[in-house]
């Protein structure tokens, strides 16, 4: 199985608990998805085949993959949804690691 297969394969656990516990949207649960798989895609070809072997360092570069011209709620809600999905995998999987830092992520008040 190729790395993002890997990576693939804990995102529709995920939804499903968004969607079936959280009540969260069908909006939501696409924009969700289209985040976490191009997330998956970028971390894919940085070799990581687990989320929670995520550094940093790697966060750090996706982060800074998502500027313009992406608008900022935009990039917002793409590192969210990948930090919710950290989130869930260390609850689900009962880990205590730290969550990889975006470095520096703040919300922006317009």
Same mark, same amino acid.
């Given at each position: 199985?190729?790395?993002?297969?890997? =990576? &693939?394969?804990?995102?529709?656990?995920?939804?499903?608990? &968004?969607?079936?516990?959280?009540?969260?949207?069908?909006?939501?649960? $696409?924009? +969700?998805?289209?985040?976490?798989?191009?997330? $998956?895609?970028?971390?894919?070809? &940085?070799?990581?085949?687990?989320?929670?072997?995520?550094?940093?360092?790697?966060?750090?570069? +996706?982060?800074?993959? &998502?500027? $313009?011209?992406?608008?900022?709620?935009?990039?917002?809600?793409? =590192?969210?949804?990948?930090?919710?999905?950290?989130?869930?995998?260390?609850?689900?999987?009962?880990?205590?690691?730290? =969550?990889?830092?975006?470095?520096?992520?703040?919300?922006?008040?317009?």
């Amino acid at each position: 199985m190729d790395p993002q297969e890997q =990576l &693939l394969e804990p995102i529709e656990k995920f939804l499903d608990d &968004l969607a079936n516990l959280r009540g969260a949207s069908p909006h939501t649960i $696409a924009a +969700y998805r289209s985040d976490l798989v191009q997330a $998956a895609a970028f971390f894919a070809q &940085l070799n990581v085949t687990e989320w929670e072997s995520i550094s940093n360092a790697q966060m750090m570069q +996706y982060h800074a993959t &998502l500027g $313009a011209p992406l608008a900022p709620a935009t990039s917002r809600r793409k =590192l969210s949804a990948v930090r919710a999905l950290l989130k869930h995998r260390q609850k689900s999987t009962k880990t205590s690691a730290d =969550l990889p830092s975006t470095g520096g992520f703040r919300r922006q008040r317009l």
